[in-house]
């Protein structure tokens, strides 16, 4: 079990502030570190892997600071978002090369591990400039997990995978995350957070937004608008009923869909109204859905907060 | 010495075109060693300005600028370094062992070419083959050492290289007399003189020339070490 501990780091580049005055823990499990572009998450996983140092704060992984600090990288696992990783080796040189950096007593079965582990053994031997982009980003993983890792950090691991590519890496984090590993991805596209990490670090312009569970985050912001499709045995009279109370501020009557969709103010309110509404006026409810539970519209929401 | 960072070093200099360039250099000296051993005049001369002017004043400075940056920066600029660095490995073992290799690859396309040709051109009269193999082999260990301290320090290592190379040895080192002082190439000439025993016109003592070419290459090693402990990854976004 490893915990990576972000204390009130801020970096800044000149006069360009990336990361501010950030803090937050990354316990064992999957955390999506999420953002759109320019948003720091790069600059925090640099720090997080001992490859830049934070202007204030600290970062430390189980308590011991990372920076300058090469025995932390027995615990950690680094996949790197650049490509280049040595283009005149076989997948099996890299991998191998990799073991016998870490030192390991067996490095030739580390090794033959690693690459079954990423199912890459079938093209071991071929150069990895001839990989095609999932290829190289399954090498790199197994070169991170050669060592068995605690914590496995991986920077935009899904850029420029295709859909299979994407399904299988996200596979084989899961597995990682439920073996008790800490592992940390980055991402800027919201359905590959949604689909891998319950627990989500959302980063907008260098600051820490929002942070727990996807959905959990959106309920804390009871002030945002929250839409609902609603299907009902009566769906003008339940509008009737409901736009009576202040929790909701706006119901359309969807005729294509045959539903209500409602706007609600305040998302507590809401749910508790709702049901009692029905009850009181004898209309029974079919559906109950949010129809932006997303992370698409929670992070337009940040984003434009 | 590590073997591993030995061995992708080793691979990553002598692959790709920078092997073809690295052969094109002793090359060069032998054809020119070749041609000019049939033509008349005097030997020494010849041979002086041969192994003094093109060999220790141009190529051995080129061969350590391509060997020294070409052992570190290549990684450096491509992210490549990543994979070294984030490894429970002391960042002087990378960088001797890097240094190890960069010397030792140095050595062996100058060094042996330089002895070739000093053979061809003047035999073993005044010992000046041995002279300036062994100018050489020094030169070529502090270009080395000095070349790849610039390609952890610098992202345009090649550029600051032949800058010190060309415009501060060979330029403003022909014409100011207190810049020869600071010059590898004349530590290396110094040394050349002293084992040859001939007269090379070497501008500083042998003994301040040793000093100096042992400084510089142990130097650019340990500040190298402290760089690449220190190397910050920028961001891309």
């Known amino acids: 079990m490893a915990t990576i501990t972000i204390d009130k780091v801020s970096r800044w580049f000149g006069n360009v502030v990336a990361v501010n005055d950030i803090s937050m823990t990354i316990g064992p499990g999957i955390t999506g570190l999420l953002g759109p572009n320019g948003a720091g998450k790069s600059t925090l996983i640099h720090m997080m892997s001992g490859f830049l140092a934070p202007s204030s704060g600290a970062v430390t992984l189980d308590g011991a600071q990372i920076w300058r600090n090469q025995e932390v990288y027995r615990q950690i696992g680094l996949v790197p978002e650049r490509e280049s990783m040595y283009d005149y080796l076989t997948g099996w040189e890299f991998v191998l090369a990799n073991a016998e950096l870490h030192g390991l007593p067996h490095p030739g079965a580390a090794a033959r591990r690693a690459l079954d582990l990423v199912e890459m053994a079938y093209a071991k031997d071929r150069r990895t400039g001839t990989y095609s982009k999932g290829m190289k980003q399954r090498v790199k993983m197994a070169s991170a997990l050669v060592h068995d890792p605690a914590v496995l950090l991986l920077d935009e691991p899904f850029n420029g995978m295709d859909p299979r590519q994407r399904i299988q890496l996200m596979e084989l984090l899961r597995r990682f995350g439920a073996d008790g590993r800490t592992v940390l991805f980055s991402s800027h596209i919201l359905e590959e957070v949604e689909q891998l990490a319950r627990h989500i670090e959302v980063m907008v312009a260098g600051r820490h937004a929002a942070s727990g569970d996807f959905r959990r985050i959106r309920r804390l912001m009871t002030d945002r608008p929250h839409r609902y499709l609603v299907r009902s045995s009566d769906d003008r009279r339940l509008a009737a009923a409901l736009i009576a109370d202040g929790s909701t501020s706006g119901i359309e009557l969807d005729a294509r869909e045959q539903a209500l969709r409602i706007q609600a103010v305040n998302f507590q309110g809401f749910t508790t109204l709702l049901p009692r509404v029905a009850r009181d006026a004898g209309i029974r409810l079919y559906t109950v859905s949010p129809a932006d539970e997303s992370l698409e519209s929670v992070f337009s929401y940040l984003v434009s907060a | ?237």
């Open chain 2, 1 to 237: 010495m590590n073997p591993t960072v030995a061995r992708l070093t080793l691979r990553g200099l002598l692959g790709r075109r920078r092997g073809i360039l690295l052969l094109v250099v002793p090359a060069l000296l032998l054809l020119v060693s070749a041609i000019a051993s049939g033509t008349e005049g005097s030997e020494h001369t010849l041979a002086t300005r041969i192994l003094g002017q093109l060999d220790l004043g141009t190529l051995v400075p080129i061969l350590g600028l391509v060997v020294g940056t070409g052992v570190i920066a290549t990684e450096i600029d491509d992210g490549s370094i990543v994979y070294l660095l984030a490894k429970p490995l002391p960042r002087w073992r990378i960088v001797t062992t890097k240094l190890a290799v960069a010397i030792g690859t140095t050595w062996v396309l100058a060094g042996i070419p330089t002895l070739l040709c000093g053979l061809l051109l003047i035999g073993r009269e005044d010992g000046i083959a041995l002279g300036y193999t062994v100018a050489a082999l020094a030169s070529g260990a502090a270009y080395s050492a000095l070349f790849l301290l610039l390609g952890v320090v610098t992202r345009h290592a090649v550029v600051a290289g032949l800058g010190y190379a060309l415009i501060w040895e060979a330029l403003i080192g022909n014409y100011v007399s207190g810049a020869r002082t600071l010059s590898i190439q004349q530590w290396g000439r110094a040394v050349a003189e002293t084992v040859s025993g001939a007269d090379l016109s070497a501008e500083v003592s042998v003994g301040v020339a040793a000093t100096l070419l042992l400084t510089v290459t142990v130097a650019a090693a340990v500040l190298a070490s402290v760089k690449l402990a220190g190397l910050t990854l920028a961001a891309e976004e």
